[in-house]
């Protein structure tokens, strides 16, 4: 049995997926794409801005977290537990570059206590807590929307909040603190 009748063992010009990756490939390195502006990312990853301090990445784009505040989930919410703090965080994005921005693909974790545990998204449409960013911001103006996090009691000193306005863009920046009572 030749090659070309074995299952896995298919050269390039067999396989159609691997020559479409290979022209693919080449057609990228032609036009000279280097993969994601160095422009719009910062110098260095950022960890534990203080609450409502804005962040400006190199191009133009802002992102500020005001602080947190506790939040009480309504009846039909999910993802919050009994016994647990859910707490709020309004974040503004401000396009200062020349271009619209599309909100899209903004990205927001929450953490908490020292082992830094992921704390699960509270969604509440009976109280406007049930949204993401979306459609596009024009240049010069912002976006704000409010997430909510449902948070152990026990981690309320130390939260974490990272914001990455588009993975394949931007780098996360995280803000940190306490829950203030």
């Known amino acids: 049995m030749d090659s070309t009748h074995r299952p896995g063992e298919r050269g390039i010009g067999q396989c159609p997926m691997a020559a479409v990756i290979a022209v693919t490939g080449l057609l990228v390195a032609a036009a000279g794409f280097a993969g994601p502006s160095a422009a719009a990312r910062p110098a260095t990853v950022l960890s534990g801005l203080a609450w409502g301090q804005p962040y400006t990445y190199a191009n133009g784009l802002a992102v500020t977290v005001v602080p947190p505040t506790p939040f009480s989930p309504s009846d039909?919410?999910?993802?919050?537990?009994?016994?647990?703090?859910?707490?709020?965080?309004?974040?503004t994005v401000k396009n200062g570059t020349p271009e619209l921005f599309p909100t899209a693909p903004v990205s927001v974790y929450a953490k908490y206590g020292t082992a830094g545990e992921q704390a699960e998204r509270v969604y509440d449409s009976a109280k406007g807590a049930d949204s993401d960013f979306e459609g596009s911001v024009a240049p010069g103006r912002s976006a704000t929307v409010t997430y909510v996090f449902d948070v152990p009691r026990a981690g309320l000193a130390l939260l974490d909040l990272e914001v990455v306005p588009d993975v394949a863009v931007y780098e996360g920046t995280h803000w940190s603190g306490a829950l203030a009572p």
Do not use: D
């Not at 039909?76 to 974040?91: C, D, E, R």
């Open 76 to 91: 039909t919410s999910a993802g919050h537990q009994a016994g647990n703090q859910a707490v709020a965080w309004k974040i």
